[in-house]
T-cell receptor, first 115, second 113 residues
Framework: SQTIHQWPATLVQPVGSPLSLECTVE??????LYWYRQAAGRGLQLLFY??????ISSEVPQNLSASRPQDRQFILSSKKLLLSDSGFYLC??????????????FGQGTRLTVV | GDSVTQMEGPVTLSEEAFLTINCTYT??????LFWYVQYPGEGLQLLLK?????DKGSNKGFEATYRKETTSFHLEKGSVQVSDSAVYFC????????????FGTGTRLQVTL
């Protein structure tokens, strides 16, 4: 069966520090991968998605970047965190191919607090 | 572009009350529609879905019907339990290779005894 791992679960970082959140998927190949952010009092905002290794699409210009160094690994990064980067970050995956899509599967999330 | 509008929360109900959470959408073409649930401190789980007009998705006593004429996908449950307390997200999936989900802002449900 497929599983998605996301870590760390919680993170407190000072303003200006770097960030690296990692997400890996097991039990499937060539998935679509997504990073979402849920800010306090707001809904889910798609930040990045990837349809293959090295292919990253950004939905919202911001202080963050994403990379996909391996087929089932998706990394969210920042060189210098801002207070506004605080939120709940969710990684998700789905199968590739419009005809095969059933749902997106989400990780447990990382709660990031920038202080 | 695609968008999803959900009713504002929080919604507070007594146990065994009837629940409705409104959701309307804007999309080109024929999107698939979803309800996801987020329990405290956890990620999102798919609750139910509908892929075409007039389809009814159902799971764990929750139901939602895909109404193309009103562009709606309202979530209902006849008798809520304390364990249903969570945040509920309505979402739609566009067509295309990446098959991205567009979410509403979420509605927090609090069920009390």
């Amino acid at each position: 069966s497929q599983t998605i791992h996301q870590w760390p679960a919680t993170l407190v970082q000072p303003v200006g520090s770097p960030l690296s959140l990692e997400c890996t998927v097991e039990g499937t190949s060539n998935p679509n991968l997504y990073w979402y952010r849920q800010a306090a009092g707001r809904g889910l905002q798609l930040l990045f998605y990837s349809v293959g290794i090295g292919q990253i699409s950004s939905e919202v210009p911001q202080n963050l970047s994403a990379s996909r160094p391996q087929d089932r690994q998706f990394i969210l990064s920042s060189k210098k965190l801002l207070l506004s980067d605080s939120g709940f970050y969710l990684c998700a995956w789905s199968v590739t191919g419009t005809g095969m899509w059933t749902e997106a599967f989400f990780g447990q999330g990382t709660r990031l607090t920038v202080v | 572009g695609d968008s999803v509008t959900q009713m504002e929360g929080p919604v507070t109900l007594s146990e065994e009350a009837f629940l409705t959470i409104n959701c309307t959408y804007t999309a080109t073409g024929y999107p698939s529609l979803f309800w996801y649930v987020q329990y405290p401190g956890e990620g999102l789980q798919l609750l139910l879905k509908a892929t075409k007009a007039d389809d009814k998705g159902s799971n764990k006593g929750f139901e939602a019907t895909y109404r193309k004429e009103t562009t709606s996908f309202h979530l209902e449950k006849g008798s809520v339990q304390v364990s249903d307390s969570a945040v509920y997200f309505c979402a739609l999936k566009d067509t295309g290779t990446a098959s991205k989900l567009t979410f509403g802002t979420g509605t927090r449900l609090q069920v009390t005894l």
